[in-house]
């Protein structure tokens, strides 16, 4: 007898084939998915399950995958605004080092990571000042988190130095070398932040332990020019001189790029996010996704932290991302649905090299599963469900959210934690954050 039995789907899988199962079911035994059949060809009857849930008629697909976010940072959500990057980091940087303890740090996680699970997102890549702190946030929601060691060289949170960052960057990488649900990584700010010898350092610690790197790069053209100015390079032409690109690299915005960088990037199999909403709000610029998809890039999508882009939404990111590149390059089909679809799921389960475990629907993965309700005003009639997902559907169509067959969202509320008493906890600590920058 399996675990779950879900019926009446449609279900979305995310699979190599894109198939898209109308009456569909699923079943999940000891957190993997043991069947996904239409009853129009089997027999709902045929399954037996401890637990039956239907779906009724509603969106069954693979959990979302938000390849870049700094959840604590919801804390000071709407703090700093009408800055580019570099001014606006300044003032950030003066906020979290107020406020930020690893107590706070775990509060602004549980509020992040909250917002990114309501929204269907199971599974974070997160970059922060205290990792193991985050790393607790998931697990009490019941979410995958993939975070490590950060580095940075000027003087971080907490009075933290780089040998420091070496040495925790090892501790968390020990700590989470058999953890089902935390992928650990290597996570440096980014090369006008980190020298390269630190970068090189960070690379060596992720290339010890086979684990991700993963760094900010080629956000702004300010950046650009800093680079070019400090090592008369371009960024995407140091990181390679430093042999800090590869296949387990993962790369966050990379919006100024020229063709040279674009084939570097692709020829090393270097991963990158695209996080639409932080470039659009900081005046950063568009990513050239049309031409990076062109060169065979790994593309994946992420949603920055909110202090950025102000959400945690990866609905927003997947259609401003589809939007923006049919857009900007006066094309139609620039992008489909389906490719920007996959760049929320699989291709983030590639990214973080869990591709044979998360990212679609299919026997033997995880059931990371979430529902979206099709039954109202913005879905009748649902001709194509994913273009209905990338266009129309929003994240208040989330109502329930599983890992591992753990049902951790169930209509639309967390069932792992009393988040109301997070958010009065936050409420408290608003004044404090408030005066950090008065
Ligand atoms: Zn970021």
């Known amino acids: 007898m399996d675990d779950i039995l879900i019926k009446d789907a449609l279900i979305v ?15 999940v035994s000891d957190g993997r998915i043991t069947a996904l059949e239409s009853s129009d060809t089997v027999s709902v009857d045929s399954f037996r399950a401890k ?5 009724n008629g509603n969106i069954v697909m693979p959990g979302l995958i938000n390849m870049h976010c700094h959840a604590a940072d919801s804390l000071f959500r709407g703090l700093v605004e009408n800055l580019p990057l570099e001014e606006w980091l300044g003032r950030v940087w003066i906020a979290e080092k107020a406020i930020l303890t690893p107590e706070t740090t775990y509060l602004g996680s549980i509020l992040g990571l909250a917002e990114n699970l309501l929204s269907g997102a199971t599974t974070v890549m997160d970059m922060f000042w205290y990792p193991e702190e985050t790393a607790n946030a998931a697990k009490k929601l019941g979410m995958r988190i993939s975070t490590g060691g950060i580095f940075f060289d000027l003087p971080g949170i907490g009075g933290r130095c780089h040998e420091d960052y070496i040495s925790e960057a090892h501790q968390f990488s020990q700590n989470h070398e058999a953890d089902e649900n935390v992928i650990p990584a290597i996570l440096p700010h980014g090369s006008y932040t980190v020298s390269p010898e630190n970068l090189t350092d960070a690379k060596r610690i992720a290339d010890e332990y086979g684990i991700l790197f993963c760094t900010h790069a080629a956000e702004t053209k300010a950046e650009q020019n800093d680079i070019k100015a400090r090592y008369n390079n371009s960024v995407i032409r140091h990181l390679n001189e430093h042999k800090l690109l590869g296949e387990n690299v993962v790369l966050a915005h990379c919006v100024h790029l020229d063709e040279k960088e674009i084939s570097l990037i692709a020829k090393s199999k270097t991963n990158v996010v695209l996080n639409p909403m932080s470039n659009l709000k900081l005046g950063s610029g568009i990513a050239p996704v049309k031409e990076m998809k062109r060169a065979g890039i790994n593309l994946t999508i992420g949603t920055d932290g909110a202090i950025s882009g102000n959400d945690l939404d990866m609905w927003l990111a997947m259609r401003l991302t589809c939007g923006l590149a049919k857009g900007l390059n006066m094309e139609a089909d620039a992008l489909t649905a389906e490719q ?67 049902h951790i969202v169930k209509n639309k509320k967390i069932t792992g934690i009393d988040i109301e008493k997070i958010y009065d906890e936050v409420r408290e600590l608003a004044p404090q954050i408030k005066a950090s920058l008065e």
């Open 340 to 406: 920007v679809l996959h760049m929320a799921t699989i291709n983030g389960a590639k990214a973080l090299g869990k591709s044979e475990l998360i990212g679609s629907l299919e026997i033997g993965k995880c059931a990371d599963i979430i529902m979206v309700d099709v039954n109202n005003s913005h879905s009748i009639p649902l001709f194509d469900p994913i273009t209905h997902l990338v266009f129309g559907a929003g994240r208040s169509d989330i109502t329930d959210v599983f890992v591992s067959g753990k």
């Open 51 to 55: 637990k039956t849930i239907s779906a």
């Open 13 to 27: 899988t995310c699979d190599p084939a894109h198939a898209i199962i109308k009456n569909g079911l699923i079943t």
